[in-house]
């Protein structure tokens, strides 16, 4: 592990760490940046290349010393440990930036819907039809895990599953995810039940919904979807469901977050099964 004092802002090496406040949470480039030590921590540990770790100068040193002790033996020895200034890391990255460790993954390509391997292997999967808000998505991810699930499916329009935010709100349990793509949600939703024999259950409050209570299970593997924080799931989406379920809730309350019917729908479906 090399440990490089960072005395200039134009140093080339930075430039994956710049100006994270003001990037999109849809933005889904060649590299991604995980924040705070515990996240930083599980991206070394995971399946993910690391290209670097960041750190505020004079801050965390004990932790440094011991990552540097642990990589001697790993397979990232030759990770660089950027140290940078404090008024120079606050510039950077266009925040006042208090947990004081980031570091930048190397994303592989997404693979598509179509690469998944057979249900018996891939388990139950969530699907995330539009989900744009990074911290729904996040703390969907984090309850999907707490549940067993290993697989994510989702839509262009989603946030990045592997954004700053979801990774954060998350805990990094979107690093434990194998995340496909839908680039053609329609076809590929109803070639998931055709094809793949999944039972496509869909979160609506569309009136003749059942209510989750009622739902049965059968021995058809689950792909649960769920829509956007405003609209839900698309018409045409919707139709693809071969279940359609609701949280029957009292009057005067029309709906909840996306987040929070996703744990409590986890919950019902997968519960008995996560253990």
Not at 17 to 30: D, I, K, P, Q, V
Not at 42 to 66: D, K
């Amino acid at each position: 592990m090399a440990r490089i004092v960072i005395d200039s802002l134009e140093d080339p090496r930075l430039q994956p760490y710049r100006a994270l406040n003001h990037r999109s949470s849809t933005a889904r480039g060649s590299r991604f940046i995980a924040e705070g030590r515990l996240v930083v921590e599980r991206l070394l540990a995971s399946r993910y290349e690391c290209a670097s770790v960041l750190v505020e100068q004079g801050r965390h040193q004990a932790w440094v010393e011991s990552l540097e002790q642990s990589l001697e033996n790993s397979r990232k020895p030759s990770l660089e440990v950027l140290e940078i200034r404090s008024a120079d890391l606050r510039q950077l990255t266009g925040f006042d930036f208090h947990r004081g460790v980031l570091a930048c993954g190397i994303r592989p390509p997404m693979p598509t819907i179509d690469q998944l391997p057979p249900a018996a292997d891939a388990g139950p999967l969530v699907v995330a039809c539009g989900v744009t808000d990074a911290e729904n998505l996040g703390s969907t991810i984090r309850s999907a895990a707490a549940f067993g699930v290993h697989s994510l499916v989702i839509t262009p329009d989603a946030a990045d599953p592997l954004s700053r935010r979801v990774l954060r709100v998350s805990m990094a349990a979107a690093l434990r995810m194998t995340v496909y793509t839908a680039d053609a949600p329609e076809s590929d939703f109803r070639r998931l039940a055709a094809e793949r024999g999944y039972r496509l259950v869909a979160t609506t409050l569309a009136p003749g919904a059942k209510p989750l209570a009622e739902f049965h299970h059968d021995q058809r593997p689950l792909a649960i979807l769920l829509g956007d924080e405003a609209q839900g799931l698309p018409p045409a989406i919707l139709a693809t469901a071969t279940d359609q379920l609701t949280i029957p809730m009292r009057q005067g309350i029309d709906s909840l977050n996306v987040a929070v019917a996703a744990g409590i729908t986890f919950y019902a479906l997968l519960g008995e099964s996560s253990g």
